[in-house]
């Protein structure tokens, strides 16, 4: 069904969410997998200058750690991977990354916002419904292991 799968991963609750939903569907479809987080940019860190420097390295170095313990988390599973990094806007980023691997799904959890906070800051799931050229899975399942272990 799925050949490459996409899987968006931000350390958050519903970033896990879509992290472990994607893996179960890769395992079953046999999916080769990219796992990718994305460094978000604040506009106000960029005024920063110098201090923008610093904040940034530690928010990389934390994004990378994340993404490390999601490819442990997936090698733990039987799942192997490509992991990427990228930095600026999500959605965007999602995008292109989604057309580079050709992936057939990309999955991202979903983040319940207020009216005025989706209308200020724009809707990621919004933006990729409208601009991938594969399906998209908004993961909000909570899934625990016993479908990994069900396999083994």
Known sequence: MYRNILLAYD????????????????????AKVVLLCVVPTPAGLAAAEGTYESAADKQFAGYKDLLQQGVVWLKQRGIDCVAKIATGEPAPIIGKIARESEADLVVVGHHRRTFL????SGSTNAYLSDN????????????GDDPFEADD
């Open 117 to 120: 906070a989706r209308w200020w």
């Open 132 to 143: 991938l050229h594969c399906s998209l899975l908004m993961a909000s399942n909570p899934l």
């Open 11 to 30: 350390g958050t609750r519903e970033g896990a969410l879509a992290l472990r939903e994607g893996a179960l569907l890769a395992k079953t479809c046999g």
